[in-house]
């Protein structure tokens, strides 16, 4: 079956990039996402990007996929102690809508 | 938009209990999703509804686990009876055409 893995925990210093790394097993992956949970909170959409994209940046946010080791990272430029959250990877096949998510990677923001 | 609401935030019951959990997806959305959250499998998907339709329940774990949707403002999710092991946060989406999925709060399930 479907399979998304990350490592569980990074730490950085503020001000310093944080990058997240995300490793997927399905082929048919169409578009693969980065969810930001905070404590207590729900998800929240971060980005995406269409498995046919190798790139998309959005602000602070850099996402690079690389299709052919099904590997995807996010890139948080200046890392501020607000980005202390857990980021959640996730991908969607061709045949069904919902997602399938990673087990979650806790940035830990130290100032 | 109010975004997706979710009640009630925390429910703390029994074993053997019938707990019902109901979520409001955002307005104009086709799609809804429940997911579970637990420390042991992570996110997970229950079920999903596109036009009001269940279209997958493979995620659902057994019959004590029932979601409807009656209309396109409203689903349920029904536990009966609830176990301790049903503890968890639980989750409903939604999204228009299935690409963005917005979660809303979750509720916190402690079976006792």
């Known amino acids: 079956g479907e399979d998304v893995e990350q490592s569980l925990f990074l730490s950085v210093r503020e001000g310093d990039s944080s990058v997240i790394n995300c490793t997927y097993t399905?082929?048919?992956?169409?578009?693969l996402y980065w969810y930001k949970q905070e404590p207590g909170a729900g998800l929240q959409l971060l980005t995406y990007?269409?498995?046919?994209?190798d790139m998309k940046q959005d602000q602070r946010l850099t996402v690079l996929l690389n299709k052919k080791d099904k590997h995807l990272s996010l890139r948080i430029a200046d890392t501020q102690t607000g980005d202390s959250a857990i980021y959640f990877c996730?991908?969607?096949?061709?045949?069904?809508?919902?997602?399938?998510f990673g087990s979650g990677t806790r940035l830990q923001v130290q100032p | 938009d109010a975004g997706v609401i979710q009640s009630p935030r925390h429910e703390v019951t029994e074993m053997g209990q019938e707990v019902t959990l109901r979520c409001k997806p955002i307005s104009g959305h086709d799609y809804l999703f429940w997911y579970r959250q637990t420390m042991m499998r992570g996110l997970e998907l229950l079920i999903y509804f596109n036009n009001n339709v269940p279209i997958d329940d493979s995620g659902m774990p057994e019959d004590r686990f029932s979601a409807k949707m009656p209309n396109a403002s409203f689903s349920t999710l029904k536990i009966q009876p609830s176990e301790p092991r049903d503890s968890a946060v639980y989750f409903c989406?939604?999204?228009?055409?299935?690409?963005?999925?917005?979660f809303g709060p979750g509720t916190r399930l402690t079976v006792t």
């Open positions: 990007i269409f498995s046919n994209m």
């Open positions: 989406a939604s999204s228009s055409g299935s690409l963005e999925q917005y």
């Open positions: 996730a991908d969607r096949d061709t045949g069904r809508r919902a997602l399938t």
């Open positions: 399905d082929s048919s992956s169409t578009y």
